[in-house]
């Protein structure tokens, strides 16, 4: 079955020790995004990738940096996690078609819990 | 500024009944109207969603009711379940690919 992947499910780091997380795909969708989604609170998106275009929030740290090498894979980089960086971490995926009236349903990842000691 | 606005954040339904959850919106943008559903430790899944040339969609047991004039949408579930418990998202965006904008979610519990 087309799907997100996420891994690890579950990553444990220390303050300040850079972490990186990845998301891959299946369904050969154009845009990769990211998100973080902290307890009993929406998802707020980090930033997200149209191919190889990159689109960042302008409220999001430079703390948080992102890759995507290849249409199937995206990364996320915490360079100096916070204790305020504990988080569920998901990574979501659309087609991209901008046709105006389009549809374009996000699929998300099972995410990544991040802890930070 | 809460683009999206979501009531209640919490809802105690019992078994059989209907849960109601209502949003409402103020970017005239947004074009496309969905809601998500999240169980705990999962992602979050599209389960309905509407566009706002449609008064109302039903799926099932899931029915998105949208007034337009209002600026107001509303997810309704008939005959809840307790494996509908879960954190409800309701959600916009304006068409394609942008950003979508989460409302701040509504923690359903169906009781037997």
């Known amino acids: 079955d087309a799907m997100v992947i996420q891994n690890p499910r579950y990553q444990v780091t220390q303050f300040g020790k850079p972490v990186t997380l990845s998301c891959s795909q299946t369904l050969n969708h154009n845009v990769m995004y990211w998100y973080q989604q902290k307890s009993s609170q929406a998802p707020k998106l980090l930033f997200h990738y149209y191919d190889k275009d990159f689109n960042n929030e302008a409220d999001t740290p430079d703390n948080f940096q992102s890759r995507r090498p290849n249409t199937s894979f995206c990364f996320l980089d915490i360079r100096s996690p916070g204790l305020g960086d504990a988080a569920m971490y998901l990574c979501?995926?659309?087609?991209?078609?901008?046709?105006?009236?389009?549809?374009?349903?996000?699929?998300f990842g099972p995410g990544t819990r991040l802890t930070v000691l | 500024q809460q683009q999206v606005k979501q009531s209640p954040q919490s809802l105690i339904v019992q078994k059989g009944g209907i849960s109601i959850i209502n949003c409402a919106y103020e970017n005239t943008a947004f074009d496309y109207f969905p809601w998500y559903q999240q169980f705990p430790g999962k992602g979050p899944a599209l389960l309905i969603a509407?566009?706002?040339?449609?008064s109302e969609k039903k799926e099932g047991r899931f029915t998105i009711s949208f007034n337009k004039s209002a600026k107001q949408f509303s997810l309704h579930i008939m005959d809840s379940q307790p494996g509908d418990s879960a954190t409800y998202f309701c959600?916009?965006?304006?068409?394609?690919?942008?950003?979508?904008?989460f409302g701040i979610g509504t923690k359903l519990q169906v009781i037997p």
């Open positions: 959600a916009a965006n304006p068409g394609g690919y942008q950003k979508v904008t």
């Open positions: 509407i566009r706002p040339d449609v």
């Open positions: 979501a995926t659309s087609s991209g078609f901008s046709g105006r009236g389009s549809y374009n349903e996000q699929f």
